[in-house]
C-alpha cells in the first residue's frame, strides 16, 4: 500500500514538505536512508530484496515517492518498481524524470504504481496499471495511497487529509510536526483507516518527514526505522543537506563555464 502526502508550493520557503509511510513485508530486508554512489548524488532507503527504493531526493532537489497501486489482476512485472524510481532520481529535473518514467513504461512491464516526482518547478503523479495516466500536481496538499491522487473514495486518503488541514501548515517545521503526529496515528479498530497498518507480516515498515527548501542549509530529513508509532523519527539532515550543497555548487560552476 503505502500512504505519501505532499505540501506542494504552498510554503515559499519550503515548496515541497513530505510525509510518508511505506507498507511492505516485514521480513523484506531495506536499508535507512544513505548516500547512493554515482551522479547526481542520490539520498534513500534501499530495498535490499528487488534493489532500488522506495522514496528519495537528489542533489538537484529532485523528490520521488512510490506507492503500490491496486490492480483488477496481477501485472506480472517484469523489472522492480524500486528499480525505476532509483532511475528516475538519477534525472535532474521533474520533467526530465516523468519523460524518462514514460519511456520506461513503453519498454519494461511494472507492477501496478503510483509515482511522485517533484522539484520546485513542476510535480506529477502517475498513475500507472495497464495504463499510464500522468496528473500535474497542484498547489497544496496532494496525498495518494493505493488509487488516484487525492481520492475521495480512499479512507485512509481522506482521513489523513482531514488530520493534515486541522489547522494551517504554513512553516516547514510545523507541517513537519503535526506530519509526525498524523502519521504515526496507531490502528483504532478493524475496518477503520488509520494511518499506521498492522496487519500480519504486512504493516508500515518506516515513515519519512522531508522538507526542501530554496536553501539548502533549511533541508530537513527525517526517518523512523519501523511504524512511528513505537519508532521514533532519526535526524538524516546532514546528509540531505550535505548533497543539496554539492548540487548548489556544481550548478554554480557550470554556469560560470557556459
Known amino acids: 500500500m503505502c500512504l505519501l502526502a505532499v505540501q506542494y508550493r504552498l510554503v515559499p520557503e519550503s515548496p515541497i514538505l513530505v510525509a510518508a509511510n511505506r507498507e511492505e513485508y516485514v521480513d523484506r530486508p531495506s536499508q535507512t536512508p544513505s548516500i547512493q554512489s554515482g551522479k547526481p548524488r542520490v539520498l534513500c532507503g534501499i530495498d535490499q530484496k528487488a534493489g532500488g527504493t522506495w522514496l528519495g531526493v537528489n542533489q538537484n532537489g529532485l523528490f520521488v515517492g512510490l506507492t503500490n497501486r491496486a490492480t483488477v489482476t496481477p501485472l506480472f512485472g517484469q523489472r522492480s518498481r524500486g528499480q525505476l524510481a532509483m532511475d528516475l532520481l538519477r534525472c535532474t529535473s521533474s520533467r526530465r524524470a516523468l519523460e524518462k518514467a514514460q519511456t520506461e513504461f513503453a519498454k519494461n512491464r511494472y507492477e501496478g504504481c503510483n509515482i511522485v516526482i517533484a522539484d520546485a518547478k513542476a510535480g506529477y503523479v502517475i498513475h500507472a496499471d495497464e495504463r499510464q495516466e500522468v496528473v500535474e500536481m497542484h498547489e497544496g496538499l496532494n496525498i495518494i495511497g493505493a488509487r488516484n491522487l487525492n481520492d475521495p473514495d480512499d479512507a485512509?486518503?481522506?482521513?489523513?487529509?482531514?488530520?493534515?488541514?486541522?489547522?494551517?501548515?504554513?512553516?516547514?517545521?510545523?507541517?513537519?510536526?503535526?506530519?509526525?503526529?498524523?502519521?504515526?496515528?496507531?490502528?483504532?479498530?478493524?475496518?477503520?483507516?488509520?494511518?499506521?497498518?498492522?496487519?500480519?507480516?504486512?504493516?508500515?515498515?518506516?515513515?519519512?518527514?522531508?522538507?526542501?527548501?530554496?536553501?539548502?542549509?533549511?533541508?530537513?530529513?527525517?526517518?523512523?526505522?519501523?511504524?512511528?508509532?513505537?519508532?521514533?523519527?532519526?535526524?538524516y539532515s546532514p546528509m540531505l543537506r550535505d548533497i543539496l550543497s554539492r548540487g548548489l555548487r556544481e550548478a554554480r560552476t557550470k554556469a560560470k563555464v557556459s
Open 156 to 235: 485512509r486518503v481522506q482521513l489523513a487529509r482531514r488530520l493534515l488541514t486541522l489547522q494551517t501548515l504554513d512553516s516547514p517545521v510545523k507541517f513537519l510536526a503535526v506530519a509526525s503526529k498524523v502519521f504515526a496515528r496507531a490502528p483504532v479498530g478493524p475496518g477503520r483507516p488509520s494511518m499506521v497498518i498492522r496487519n500480519g507480516d504486512y504493516a508500515t515498515v518506516s515513515s519519512s518527514l522531508i522538507a526542501l527548501g530554496v536553501k539548502p542549509r533549511d533541508a530537513i530529513y527525517q526517518f523512523s526505522n519501523g511504524a512511528p508509532d513505537d519508532n521514533k523519527y532519526e535526524d
